[in-house]
């Protein structure tokens, strides 16, 4: 077993000792530590690092650490995770909560913008990201198919306004400036 001593240690209850349980364990004092970090530098005004990149890091870790104790095929079977349960259960909250928390007197006064930016925004990015991709892979920097490229230029201009959002949420920013990104 890739447990080694952990499995063999008898004064832990055997509910823990299940690799299923650890791996959980483990992603939960992840999430837990991560929410910590971000307390502290919220309530110390330390700006040195943002949240989210504190974030991003300990998840690098976090996911190498359990990459040595478990081997990849475990991981896929315990981290399934169903398009349909993300569309359909984590999605709307999250997006009802930003609706709900949006200043609606900036938003509708800036509707013209938001609809050109999140088109002719979001457009332009596609295009521009697989054409970089297409070119890149031309140039042997990686081995994906045009789709791949087209499918990955989709996915990172669709996250783009949430990683803006993520980071400037603290940030003195006009309302108006905001109100357009988040509603795109």
């Not at 990849?72 to 984590?90: D, G, I, N, R, T």
């Not at 006064?109 to 990015?125: E, H, K, P, Q």
């Not at 042997?140 to 791949?148: D, L, P």
Request: charged fraction near 10%; charge should be negative.
């Amino acid at each position: 077993s890739t447990w080694g001593p952990l499995l063999k240690m008898s004064f832990l209850p055997s509910f823990l000792i299940d690799p299923s349980m650890l791996v959980v364990s483990f992603m939960l004092m992840g999430l837990l530590l991560a929410a910590v970090c971000a307390y502290v530098l919220s309530k110390h005004n330390i700006h040195v690092l943002h949240e989210t990149t504190v974030s991003l890091v300990m998840a690098i870790i976090f996911a190498w650490v359990m990459s040595r104790f478990v081997s990849h095929e475990k991981l896929a079977e315990y981290f399934a995770f169903s398009p349909s349960f993300f569309f359909k259960v984590l999605l709307p909250p999250i997006i009802f909560n930003s609706g709900y928390g949006m200043q609606r007197s900036y938003f509708f006064s800036n509707m013209s913008a938001v609809g050109v930016y999140s088109f002719f925004g979001t457009l332009i990015s596609f295009v521009v990201t697989a054409a970089l991709m297409v070119m890149f892979g031309s140039w042997g920097m990686h081995n994906w198919s045009t789709f791949e490229c087209f499918l990955f230029s989709s996915f990172i201009c669709a996250t783009d306004p949430v990683a803006v959002l993520a980071i400037t949420e603290h940030s003195p920013l006009s309302r108006d400036l905001f109100s357009i990104v988040m509603g795109e």
